[in-house]
């Protein structure tokens, strides 16, 4: 069943089984305010069981450019198109947060985005790969982020 994140109230609902939930709730909640300030969209997830499309074109995505395989399992995910880009988050019980921006024209930005919710340590896959830079939310304390760009068509 899908679940409307509420960024003003934010709650675990969803991801209870995270040793860092309430920082994770509060990265999850810090993406639903971007998108409903920026593009009017109503950001709502599913349990990872109801998103298998959603986590299968990121983790394919994930794969196919940089051979990375995400050790975490997920718990929550969601796909949908604002404006002329198509998007994908994938939330993880570790804490970690994955999404993919893919503009469809041609020519677009396109990029994968990994953030960290506060608290949790960079998963070993990602450790030797990536810097992540650090930005402070009021939802979401301090988050660490990094990203790379899509070269191929997916």
Same mark, same amino acid.
């Given at each position: ?56 074109? &990121?983790?394919?995505? !994930?794969? @196919?450019?940089? /051979? %990375? ?9 969601? =796909?949908? +198109? ?29 990029? &994968?985005?990994?953030? !960290?919710? @506060?608290?949790? /340590? %960079? ?9 992540? =830079?650090? +930005? ?19």
């Amino acid at each position: 069943m899908p679940y409307v994140v509420d960024f003003e109230t934010v709650s675990t609902v969803g991801l209870e089984s995270s040793p860092v939930a309430a920082a994770l709730a509060g990265l999850r909640a810090n993406e639903a305010r971007y998108f409903k300030n920026k593009y009017d969209h109503t950001f709502t997830v599913e349990p990872a069981s109801a998103a298998a499309a959603a986590i299968d074109w &990121v983790h394919g995505i !994930l794969k @196919e450019e940089r /051979d %990375i395989v995400i050790a975490s399992r997920p718990l929550e995910a969601t =796909a949908f +198109q604002v404006e002329n880009i198509r998007m994908a988050y994938v939330f993880y019980e570790s804490g970690l947060s994955i999404n993919v921006m893919y503009t469809v024209d041609d020519g677009g930005k396109r990029a &994968v985005g990994f953030k !960290l919710s @506060e608290g949790m /340590d %960079i998963p070993a896959e990602l450790e030797s790969r990536f810097k992540f =830079a650090r +930005q402070r939310s009021k939802l979401a304390g301090t988050i660490r982020g990094s990203y790379f760009t899509i070269k191929n068509e997916h």
